[in-house]
C-alpha cells in the first residue's frame, strides 16, 4: 500500500519532532516532547511507511520504546 500523503506529511512532524528532541537536554522538556511523540505515533494514518523513517529516528524511536 502507498503511503498517503498525510501519512507522508505525519513522518515530517515526526521526524521534526525527533529532532527537537536530540536538540534539548533538559530532563522536563525531553518527557513533553516524547509524549507528544507517542501522541502522534498512536494517531498516525494506517498507510504511514515506517521504514521511511530516517536511520536516526528509528533508533531513537526503538529506545523510546514507541515502535
Do not use: F, N, V, W
Not at 500500500?1 to 505525519?10: G, H, N, V
Not at 516524547?34 to 494517531?43: F, V
Not at 515506517?50 to 520504546?65: F, I, P, R, V
Request: aromatic letters at 2%; hydrophobic letters at 40%.
Amino acid at each position: 500500500m502507498t503511503e498517503s500523503a498525510l501519512a507522508a506529511m505525519q513522518r515530517k512532524q515526526i521526524e521534526i519532532t525527533i529532532g527537537e528532541l536530540l536538540l534539548t537536554d533538559d530532563y522536563h522538556m525531553r518527557l513533553e516532547i516524547t509524549e507528544r511523540l507517542r501522541h502522534l505515533i498512536a494517531h498516525t494514518d494506517p498507510t504511514l511507511d515506517k521504514s521511511q523513517l530516517s536511520e536516526g529516528a528509528l533508533e531513537e524511536l526503538e529506545e523510546l520504546h514507541l515502535l
